[in-house]
């Protein structure tokens, strides 16, 4: 349909956003993975503590949830480019406080750091979103799928870069840990960029555009997504609320196996650049395969993947939790598993969601969906670092799989329900 409006080239500038929106996701995966492991690492040795460890993942969720919302509205009045290039900004800000928390040795200044540097993810996540504004609806699997996939080449990088990073940090006097959150500034800055550069026209405004010009009686933009609005629309729209729950479920499970395998490895005083490589072939998993998956998503259909990703999560759980913690091999399995499963409920629960929500709705949906993906995240994250502080891992990577197990029972019947006509 808006094919047809005359001198607009929809697919080339569908093809020039992918593009964009994947330099900025490269510079974005090296800044977020880079501190994941950096973070727990740092956090437990300001605070002495390895119940603490889990905090600074957590934290970074946190600020990837309390400003999903606010970065949604501002995709709705100034566009994707302003919204994106704002939640990297303040992730850039955020690791400069990493750093001065690491110098004063302030696990408040660590955490309040972590937290900021969580909005650069927040931008990760909904640049997926601006992927499929312009997109056909029988290929946005794959666009979507395309814009995930291109963290990868950051996203393994920034944990190999752990061991350097912390020899540049040393040099120019900060601690070791505190170098790959110096990476983390530097590449968050040049996202910025990227994206204000870039990515023009913005997909979200011409998209709105679009549709004005073919339908005098849409409305192009609204002046506030708003939480009740989010939830309202998924009161009638079961499709997006099952692509919501398998969002977040999947999110959880990652989020609390992920955040606490570099502290399990480090009792074995397992070296940075081994604990690094494990995280980069977990990073792998999450984003190498996108490609595959979204295709599996447009060619299958959405919840073929979303149970090809509850079989892969319960898998992972079970690899990681009987490995020991200087098998780096069978760790990297586990978390290669994990990293895939999340890919699989990732690109099919965000498809569901666009696919059940109008246009025009869609930011608020979003929105709330990327509130509740990292609002649960961060939850999990806290609730892990207590489990191996006061248990062991593998009870951890057990008490993991329960959700996971919940929405294998789930799912059917949230399916069944949203093919039924509303």
């Given at each position: 349909m808006t094919d047809t409006i005359p001198d607009v080239d929809v697919p080339q500038i569908q093809r020039r956003t992918v593009g964009v929106l994947a330099g900025s996701q490269v510079l974005g995966g090296i800044a977020?993975?880079?501190s994941v492991a950096a973070g727990s690492l740092i956090a437990a040795s300001v605070s002495g503590s390895e119940g603490v460890a889990g905090l600074a993942q957590t934290f970074g969720v946190l600020g990837a949830a309390i400003f999903a919302l606010p970065l949604a509205r501002i995709a709705l009045s100034r566009g994707r480019r302003a919204s994106l290039a704002l939640g990297y900004g303040l992730g850039a800000v955020g690791a400069l406080v990493v750093i001065a928390g690491a110098l004063w040795s302030s696990i408040v200044l660590v955490l309040l750091g972590c937290l900021f540097v969580g909005v650069a993810s927040a931008s990760g996540y909904q640049a997926r979103y601006a992927a499929?504004?312009?997109?056909?609806?029988d290929k946005r699997g794959r666009?979507?799928?395309y814009v995930v996939w291109a963290a990868t080449i950051g996203a393994v990088l920034g944990p190999n870069l752990l061991e350097p990073a912390g020899l540049l940090g040393s040099a120019l006097g900060f601690p070791q840990l505190a170098g790959p959150y110096i990476v983390t500034a530097i590449t968050l800055t040049a996202a910025v960029a990227v994206l204000l550069l870039f990515l023009r026209p913005d997909p979200y405004l011409l998209a709105a555009k679009l549709r004005a010009a073919v339908d005098t009686t849409a409305k192009a933009e609204l002046a506030k997504p708003r939480l009740r609005d989010?939830?309202?629309h998924l009161k009638t729209n079961p499709g997006a609320l099952l692509g919501m729950i398998v969002i977040a479920i999947g999110h959880v499970?990652?989020?609390?196996?992920?955040v606490m395998t570099p502290i399990y490895m480090a009792h074995v005083d397992v070296t940075l650049t081994?604990?690094?490589l494990v995280i980069s072939v977990h990073v792998a998993g999450m984003y190498a395969l996108s490609p595959v998956v979204g295709w599996s998503v447009d060619r299958f259909g959405r919840m073929q993947v979303v149970y090809a990703g509850i079989a892969i999560l319960l898998a992972s759980c079970v690899v990681a939790g009987l490995s020991p913690a200087n098998n780096v091999m069978s760790l990297g399995i586990g978390l290669f598993l994990l990293g895939l499963g999340w890919s699989c409920t990732l690109i099919s629960g965000s498809t569901l969601l666009v696919d059940d929500v109008g246009p025009v709705e869609r930011p608020s949906v979003q929105g709330l969906s990327d509130l509740v993906m990292n609002g649960a995240g961060a939850i999990g994250g806290a609730i892990a670092g207590v489990i191996v502080a006061f248990s062991s891992y593998g009870v951890l990577c057990a008490v993991a799989a329960?959700?996971?197990?919940?929405l294998l029972v789930l799912a059917p019947m949230l399916a069944?329900?949203?093919a039924t006509p509303h």
């Amino acid at each position: 349909m808006t094919d047809t409006i005359p001198d607009v080239d929809v697919p080339q500038i569908q093809r020039r956003t992918v593009g964009v929106l994947a330099g900025s996701q490269v510079l974005g995966g090296i800044a977020v993975a880079g501190s994941v492991a950096a973070g727990s690492l740092i956090a437990a040795s300001v605070s002495g503590s390895e119940g603490v460890a889990g905090l600074a993942q957590t934290f970074g969720v946190l600020g990837a949830a309390i400003f999903a919302l606010p970065l949604a509205r501002i995709a709705l009045s100034r566009g994707r480019r302003a919204s994106l290039a704002l939640g990297y900004g303040l992730g850039a800000v955020g690791a400069l406080v990493v750093i001065a928390g690491a110098l004063w040795s302030s696990i408040v200044l660590v955490l309040l750091g972590c937290l900021f540097v969580g909005v650069a993810s927040a931008s990760g996540y909904q640049a997926r979103y601006a992927a499929v504004d312009l997109a056909a609806d029988d290929k946005r699997g794959r666009q979507l799928s395309y814009v995930v996939w291109a963290a990868t080449i950051g996203a393994v990088l920034g944990p190999n870069l752990l061991e350097p990073a912390g020899l540049l940090g040393s040099a120019l006097g900060f601690p070791q840990l505190a170098g790959p959150y110096i990476v983390t500034a530097i590449t968050l800055t040049a996202a910025v960029a990227v994206l204000l550069l870039f990515l023009r026209p913005d997909p979200y405004l011409l998209a709105a555009k679009l549709r004005a010009a073919v339908d005098t009686t849409a409305k192009a933009e609204l002046a506030k997504p708003r939480l009740r609005d989010g939830i309202g629309h998924l009161k009638t729209n079961p499709g997006a609320l099952l692509g919501m729950i398998v969002i977040a479920i999947g999110h959880v499970a990652m989020v609390m196996v992920m955040v606490m395998t570099p502290i399990y490895m480090a009792h074995v005083d397992v070296t940075l650049t081994l604990i690094g490589l494990v995280i980069s072939v977990h990073v792998a998993g999450m984003y190498a395969l996108s490609p595959v998956v979204g295709w599996s998503v447009d060619r299958f259909g959405r919840m073929q993947v979303v149970y090809a990703g509850i079989a892969i999560l319960l898998a992972s759980c079970v690899v990681a939790g009987l490995s020991p913690a200087n098998n780096v091999m069978s760790l990297g399995i586990g978390l290669f598993l994990l990293g895939l499963g999340w890919s699989c409920t990732l690109i099919s629960g965000s498809t569901l969601l666009v696919d059940d929500v109008g246009p025009v709705e869609r930011p608020s949906v979003q929105g709330l969906s990327d509130l509740v993906m990292n609002g649960a995240g961060a939850i999990g994250g806290a609730i892990a670092g207590v489990i191996v502080a006061f248990s062991s891992y593998g009870v951890l990577c057990a008490v993991a799989a329960i959700p996971v197990l919940a929405l294998l029972v789930l799912a059917p019947m949230l399916a069944k329900k949203a093919a039924t006509p509303h």
